[in-house]
């Protein structure tokens, strides 16, 4: 059973428009969570992240926003640029300290020029 | 050398070869860990290294050995593989005295077994 959902395997954005990239999870103990992304050749690297007491967290023209009650939680990207075409992967973890990440499937995003 | 880095970067070895995965940090980081990604999969948790103790094994065949001599060090021992292990095997890096959960992942050894 997979417990981090990432139901888009691709979207496709205009150079400059907003990207909305979504990610859903079953487990309610999960208390953290981050979005990397991926270049291909290279491994996943840290973006963004959000605890469970916060709704909203924001870095340059990265935001991510959690929905608690939804078990929902996204990443926006605003303007999109042609460097963010990547693979995104949500992840979440359970407890202080936790170690262990669970990761969704990814959605490639592409920004056309 | 900075971050993580693997090697080698692609390997293809038969169903009756034994090759190793060689993973270094060079972050002063004391976890280690081995993921797999498969086609149109999430990553996989494998092992799970503190202090160079292991801490978790999801399951894995034995047919996957891990090795951590050290907390800089981490390796991964294959032997009589299946095709079905042909995937992308990701190492990752942690400091446990991290405020947040990041891992640093390494670049990946892409590896097919034929």
């Known amino acids: 059973d997979q417990q981090v959902k990432q139901n888009s395997p691709s979207l496709s954005v205009q150079e400059g428009r907003i990207s909305i990239l979504n990610c859903d999870y079953t487990n309610s103990m999960f208390d953290y969570f981050l979005w990397y992304k991926k270049y291909p050749a290279e491994g996943p690297t840290f973006l963004i992240s959000?605890?469970?007491?916060?709704d909203k967290n924001e870095d340059g023209r990265f935001t991510v926003f959690l929905n608690k009650s939804a078990k929902h939680l996204s990443l926006h990207i605003v303007p999109s640029q042609p460097g963010d075409s990547a693979v995104y992967f949500c992840?979440?973890?359970?407890?202080?300290?936790?170690?262990?990440?669970?990761f969704g499937q990814g959605t490639r995003l592409t920004i056309n020029p | 050398e900075t971050g993580v880095t693997q090697t080698p970067r692609h390997l293809v070895m038969g169903m009756t070869n034994k090759k190793s995965l060689k993973c270094e940090q060079h972050l002063g980081h004391n976890a280690m860990y081995w993921y797999k990604q498969s086609a149109k999969k999430p990553l996989e948790l494998m092992f799970v290294?503190?202090?160079?103790?292991?801490?978790e094994n999801n399951s894995v065949p034995s047919r996957f050995s891990p090795e951590c001599p050290n907390s800089s060090h981490l390796f991964l021992h294959l032997h009589t593989l299946q095709p079905e292990d042909s995937a992308l095997y990701l190492c990752?890096?942690?400091?446990?005295?991290?405020?947040?959960?990041?891992?640093?992942f390494g670049p990946g050894t892409r590896l097919t077994v034929t």
């Open positions: 992840a979440a973890s359970v407890g202080q300290g936790a170690q262990k990440l669970v």
């Open positions: 290294y503190n202090f160079k103790e292991q801490t």
């Open positions: 959000i605890s469970s007491i916060k």
């Open positions: 990752a890096s942690r400091s446990n005295r991290a405020l947040f959960y990041e891992q640093y």
